[in-house]
């Protein structure tokens, strides 16, 4: 069975723009967002890949015509060879007939009732209901789609079903919560033999979003809600634990059947004006560092103690070993230690699709079936397009008035990366496919030496062009990772979903890769999830003795990671990234030596 699932609508920038002042600084504040496909062959995933990779447009929620259309190349097939195409988005006559009632119901005047009922309906009638969604399909595939071949999965289902999918599990507690999906912002409950059970009782509605509760904290610290997040738990790190936290006393009910009540306004000058109130801020005070830092810090807490809420509640339902955690909310990996660490749950997986990308592959694992992935396939986030040496040495030759660059042979690739490692170069390093997701896992990234106290502002402005204040992730061997990090429950962590503390006798060792709070947020890898990688950790660690290197996305900020060669010289050029390692050859700048 061939299965293509996909996320994204055509009108979904313009609508939400128009209807919902969707613009700016609130561009992301969207349905659809991190558009992406991904191809089911007889249960394995076979391809797969964001479009804004290939339109070059960060986080787009347009339909991912692109995506789609390298997918179906890569496998050799036709849109007529698809079986099912599964979209992760069901809005039913029924869950519209919530929406209307919960308009209805809510105490907004009369007046703005009806309005918001109009805004509504053209939403539903133009881009989320089932004959918008197979209209867009055929209109921007140009094709003729019996409609018994779409598919319409429920968001949050897909995002389980990826999560299951990606940990090999078909019996496990799970916990999804994202900003929204059709209704809810949170659901929990168990898999057991594949079969779903939600808890009903715990589950939260969009209403009460933990996540869209964060984003409107992120939106008034001065970044962009649902993109910048991390930026507010980067900036947490620097906040000590919090005496008294006003976000759980003024804004936050916990009830006893794990599900929680959130009282934060919805208009952007009531929220801000209510944060002021219980932060003792101001227009000044935000553009403050050690303000910022306060609120991040409590912002940071809030999540910890909601989540853990949570866990409680579904560990007491359960006897589960595993809590498989999915959604946007998925990706804050320092809750995420910490949710592992005081749960009585043994193990916890969060997969490299945990956001909205994991939702394509999600709902077409729904379709075909979590049972049917082949017991031996590999699961890989390297899932996007690669590119072979006539493809690249095409691109090089394009960009020759600019670089200069030498084939090497295989055997030489690792041992001279590692020997420009070794010293304070910072090396872009662009091998084999591409990864899915929004973390850089070692294929399209930006490589240093972690030894080197200054090596994150080097990088942090000099070649990403962002603040001074993020931390980079550490890549280290599985079989190292113990002794450098103290990695509690866990045993590996290759997508970057979680945080450790560097043990003490390192800090000093890779300061460049420490956070200011102790920790690091690291990416464990071996020869079986990335062997070239692997290989280059070993070398490197034989030339410096230094056990990982600093692995941050390449890409600039704003920009989506890089995905071609073309995008990959074009980065190099923007930059001052030192040397790009792309296939077999190391190229430089015209006029600067390698190294």
Not at 345 to 363: K, L, R
Not at 541 to 555: D, E, H, I, K, M
Request: with cysteine; aromatic share 8%; charged share 25%.
């Amino acid at each position: 069975m061939i299965v293509l699932g996909y996320n994204g609508f055509t009108r979904s920038s313009e609508l939400f723009g128009r209807l919902y002042g969707a613009t700016g600084v609130d561009r992301h504040q969207l349905i659809g967002h991190d558009a992406a496909a991904a191809l089911l062959i007889d249960g394995e995933v076979v391809a797969a890949v964001e479009e804004e990779r290939l339109s070059r447009s960060k986080k787009t929620s347009d339909f991912p015509v692109n995506a789609i259309r390298w997918c179906l190349e890569h496998a050799g097939i036709g849109l007529d060879d698809v079986d099912v195409f599964a979209f992760p988005w069901r809005f039913t006559p029924e869950v519209a007939d919530r929406m209307i009632a919960e308009i209805c119901e809510s105490r907004m005047p009369v007046v703005a009732k009806f309005d918001q009922l109009s805004r509504t309906g053209e939403l539903y009638g133009h881009m989320l209901g089932r004959a918008a969604v197979h209209s867009d399909f055929m209109d921007r595939m140009d094709c003729v789609l019996d409609p018994n071949r779409l598919v319409l999965v429920p968001h949050h289902t897909a995002h389980l079903m990826c999560g299951a999918y990606l940990a090999g599990v078909r019996d496990a507690a799970f916990l999804v919560s994202d900003g929204r999906a059709e209704t809810q912002s949170a659901v929990m409950g168990e898999l057991r033999n594949g079969t779903v059970r939600v808890f009903e009782q715990c589950s939260v509605d969009h209403r009460n979003s933990l996540a869209l509760a964060y984003g409107k904290i992120t939106r008034y610290l001065g970044f962009v809600p649902n993109n910048d997040e991390y930026k507010v738990m980067g900036l947490a790190a620097y906040a000590p634990p919090p005496a008294r936290n006003p976000l759980l006393t003024n804004a936050v009910q916990l009830r006893d059947d794990g599900s929680y009540s959130i009282f934060i306004p919805g208009d952007e000058g009531a929220y801000y004006a209510f944060f002021d109130r219980i932060f003792d801020g101001d227009s000044e005070k935000r553009e403050e560092f050690d303000f910022r830092v306060k609120v991040a810090g409590l912002a940071q807490h809030m999540v910890e103690a909601v989540t853990a809420h949570q866990v409680r509640t579904l560990a007491a339902a359960t006897e589960m070993d595993t809590l498989l955690f999915e959604g946007g909310l998925a990706l804050n990996c320092v809750a995420n230690t910490k949710m592992l660490q005081r749960s009585s749950f043994s193990g916890m997986e969060v997969g490299f699709g945990a956001s909205d990308p994991g939702v394509a592959i999600g709902a077409a694992v729904h379709v075909g079936g979590l049972d049917s992935r082949p017991a031996a396939s590999a699961v890989t986030p390297y899932l996007g397009p690669g590119y072979d040496d006539a493809e690249i040495l095409e691109v090089l030759d394009r960009y020759a008035d600019a670089i200069d660059w030498v084939e090497l042979g295989e055997d030489e690739v690792v041992d001279r990366t590692a020997e420009l490692l070794s010293t304070k170069t910072v090396v872009a390093w662009f091998q084999g496919r591409a990864e899915y997701g929004p973390r850089a896992l070692g294929n399209r990234s930006i490589l240093a030496n972690p030894q080197f106290p200054d090596i994150k502002d080097i990088i942090n402005l000099r070649v990403k062009h962002r603040e001074p204040f993020r931390p980079f992730a550490p890549v280290v061997l599985a079989s190292e990772a113990p002794n450098v990090f103290d990695l509690g429950k866990k045993k590996s962590s290759p997508h970057m979903t979680f945080v450790f503390p560097v043990r003490p006798e390192y800090r000093d060792r890779i300061p460049g890769a420490c956070h200011v709070d102790g920790t690091a947020r690291i990416q464990t890898v071996d020869d079986e999830q990335n062997p070239q990688l692997a290989a280059l950790l070993r070398a490197f660690s034989a030339r410096t003795g230094v056990p990982c290197l600093l692995n941050t996305s390449f890409n600039v900020a704003g920009e989506p990671i890089v995905c071609s060669p073309a995008d990959a010289v074009r980065c190099l050029l923007d930059t001052e990234i030192d040397q790009l390692v792309m296939g077999r050859y190391l190229i430089g700048k015209k006029g600067r030596r390698d190294g």
